[in-house]
Structures are given as structure tokens and as C-alpha cells.
């Protein structure tokens, strides 16, 4: 059974950091693009960045440029999102999914995802 489980969320005031982790489970994440996406209340689900399969190539969405870092360690089956500079509209849940990296899509099942929030 394919498990993504995410964690690393909390409570951080504006300019605060967290890192995010999401780990597998019956899925060998280096065969995959991977992606972190992001639902505040109220919102779709946005895309936030996404990492190919050797982490070689990355993508982000510009309110993540130059603050939120994605990463993965595919000997630990992990992906990671260091989040700088946090801003209070950056409170949402955040979760990872699998993705088609050329237009960054999700593919398959979703984690419970990790709930972060900023304060002011």
C-alpha cells in the first residue's frame, strides 16, 4: 500500500523557518517527480514546488522563490521543503504527492498533510 506521511508543520511566527519532510512507504520515491502543494481555509490546493527524479532539475512557484527550499534524499525515501522568510499567508496544509514534472500534475494518492501556521 502506497503511503505518503508528512510532517515538520507547526506554529512559527512571521520570519520563522520549518522543514518539511514527507516520507514513503511502499513507493520507491526516486522514481519519481515529486511535489509539495499547499491548501489554506477556504482554497484550492495549490502547487508550491516540485523536484525531478535526481533532484537535478526544480521548479517553483514565485511567492516560494528565494524562500522555500525542495529537496529530497531518495537512499531515505524522503522529499523536503525548507521554508524561510515565513509570511502569515503561508498558513495552510501542506502536503507531497508524486508529480509529472513537465506540468507539475499530481499523480496518485494524497498524504494527511502537515498543517503549518504563521503568525503575525
Known amino acids: 500500500q502506497v503511503q505518503l506521511v508528512e510532517s515538520g508543520g507547526g506554529l512559527v511566527q512571521a520570519g520563522g523557518s520549518l522543514r518539511l519532510s514527507c516520507a514513503a512507504s511502499?513507493?520507491?520515491?526516486?522514481?519519481?517527480?515529486m511535489g509539495w502543494f499547499r491548501q489554506a481555509p477556504g482554497k484550492e490546493r495549490e502547487f508550491v514546488a516540485g523536484?525531478?527524479?535526481?533532484?537535478?532539475?526544480?521548479y517553483y512557484v514565485d511567492f516560494a522563490k528565494g524562500r522555500f527550499t525542495i529537496s529530497r534524499d531518495n537512499a531515505k525515501n524522503t522529499v523536503h521543503l525548507q521554508m524561510n522568510s515565513l509570511k502569515p499567508e503561508d498558513t495552510a496544509v501542506y502536503y507531497c504527492a508524486r508529480i509529472i514534472y513537465s506540468n507539475k500534475a499530481p499523480i496518485g494518492s494524497w498524504g494527511q498533510g502537515t498543517q503549518v501556521t504563521v503568525s503575525s
Open positions: 523536484i525531478d527524479w535526481n533532484g537535478g532539475r526544480r
Open positions: 511502499g513507493l520507491t520515491l526516486s522514481t519519481y517527480a
